[in-house]
């Protein structure tokens, strides 16, 4: 069997039985036919609305007052040499909440 150019959808199981143990499937030369068993979806699709993260700054306050890092309730980024970079490194982690510096 030579399957030419295109998508071949198929609604049902191909059983191949011990009968047909010589058959061959193969692409015609220079295509690339696809075999998909899948149902088409007539959709269209959007992108979801995507807010930007709001990060509010509050000075005099420690996010880690009376705990230590232990990478599971406090997380430790590692040394930053300023608040940016402290900021973009709890962005950079989907379980960071808060960040002090």
């Given at each position: 069997?030579?399957?030419?150019?295109?998508?071949?959808?198929?609604?049902?199981?191909?059983?191949?039985?011990?009968?047909?143990?010589?058959?061959?499937?193969r692409a015609y030369p220079g295509?690339?036919?696809?075999?998909?068993?899948?149902?088409?979806l007539k959709a269209e699709w959007a992108p979801y609305k995507v807010v930007?993260?709001?990060w509010e700054e509050y000075t005099g306050l420690n996010v880690v007052y009376g705990g230590t890092?232990?990478?599971k309730?406090?997380?430790?980024?590692?040394?930053q040499t300023d608040a940016a970079r402290c900021q973009q490194q709890c962005e950079a982690?989907?379980?960071?909440?808060?960040y002090t510096w």
């Open positions: 069997v030579v399957l030419r150019e295109g998508r071949h959808r198929i609604k049902e199981a191909v059983e191949i039985g011990a009968e047909l143990s010589g058959l061959t499937i295509e690339k036919p696809e075999v998909s068993g899948g149902v088409e930007e993260p709001k890092a232990d990478n309730t406090i997380r430790d980024l590692g040394k982690d989907k379980q960071c909440t808060g």
